[in-house]
């Protein structure tokens, strides 16, 4: 992305070291493709370009963004983990994360921590749109797991991450 430019690349996988996931890094990841509905929309351009205006990437370097849609869902009988788990960094410049819904749902509480692992802070998005905006390479972040209010009902937590990365081309 450049100067407003939003261009979409083919369906790739994504990729975090082992040092920003400890877990899941070191490896190829492929998620389902967003929607091409979805993907050419006029919302998520808007979206991808509120990120930008906020984070504010130096002009003369474009930054690769990556979108991705999780929905997590608990069962009746148990919590419920955001991916990646614990407290992490993604290994890029910029993290917009985006509560896109929450129905049922009891805790996922975001955290943000200091490079020595002191909580800096942590706050629920709760309803469709609230936002983190998280300067990755400055903090690291997490989200407790979540678990159905009434478990007798279908329950779910829909964000959309957004990851800038001006150093990437």
Not at 72 to 81: K, Y
Request: hydrophobic share 40%; no cysteine; net charge negative.
């Amino acid at each position: 992305m450049t100067e407003g430019a939003i261009e979409r690349e083919p369906h790739q996988p994504h990729f975090q070291s082992r040092e920003y996931n400890a877990l899941q890094g070191g490896i190829e990841r492929w998620f389902e493709p967003i929607d091409d509905a979805i993907g050419k929309s006029a919302m998520l351009r808007e979206i991808v370009r509120l990120g930008a205006r906020v984070f504010a990437p130096p002009p003369d370097r474009r930054a690769r963004v990556e979108v991705h849609q999780f929905r997590i869902e608990p069962r009746s009988d148990e919590a419920a983990h955001p991916t990646p788990e614990g407290v992490h960094r993604d290994g890029v410049d910029w993290v917009l994360v985006l509560l896109v819904a929450r129905v049922n749902i009891a805790s996922g509480t975001t955290t943000i921590h200091a490079e020595d692992g002191r909580e800096l802070g942590a706050f629920t998005l709760t309803n469709a749109l609230d936002a983190a905006f998280v300067d990755d390479s400055r903090v690291a972040h997490g989200v407790t797991a979540v678990h159905a209010v009434d478990p007798a009902k279908p329950a779910h937590r829909d964000v959309l991450v957004v990851t800038y990365d001006a150093s990437r081309r």
